[in-house]
């Protein structure tokens, strides 16, 4: 198990070799770029001669260009791939843990609805998450269909004493 102050070094670490790779790639096609033009230019002076010779530097110039930027691609998605874990790894560490206490559940997203959530009920005392409730689709309780009469400060409370969270 990592420390969050670890997970957060690796993050650094991970995008400074992003970063890194990144620079890489703009010095390779600056470089490339030119040493195509100076190869055009030498060509243009000696015409005929050797312009399929030159054609070819630059087929080959361009395949290699091509084969490092591949690499280069390849090694920043397996950065970003690193970086998802490691976020992974820090939602883990970082997120608080909640007990698996009863708690209601919305009805129209289906999520839990643990504090700090705001809870708003109908008339007739049914529960839905201020954020479905403001949904335009959602102008009634989608449970008997009365009007919303607004938060549900009591149940708020008692689910924060329940999860013991100071808010």
């Known amino acids: 198990e990592h420390s969050i102050a670890s997970v957060l070094d690796l993050v ?3 995008k400074a070799e992003l970063k890194n790779n990144s620079v890489k790639l703009d010095i390779l096609d600056q470089r490339h770029s030119e040493e195509i033009n100076l190869l055009l230019r030498k060509q243009s002076k000696e015409a005929g001669k050797i312009s399929e010779l030159h054609a070819r530097e630059i087929a080959h110039l361009k395949s290699c260009h091509d084969r490092e930027k591949k690499m280069i691609e390849d090694d920043s998605k397996e950065i970003c791939d690193k970086l998802k874990n490691i976020k992974t790894q820090l939602d883990l560490v970082a997120a608080p843990t909640m007990p698996d206490l009863p708690c209601p559940e919305c009805p129209v997203c289906l999520e839990s609805m643990k504090p700090p959530m705001r809870i708003v009920q ?6 839905v998450c201020e954020g479905c409730s403001k949904m335009k689709e959602i102008e009634t309780c989608p449970t008997c269909r009365e009007e919303f009469t607004g938060r549900a400060t009591a149940m708020e409370q008692h689910l924060r004493l329940l999860f013991k969270i100071n808010i």
């Open 12 to 14: 650094e670490e991970t």
């Open 122 to 127: 109908c008339h007739n005392g049914h529960l």
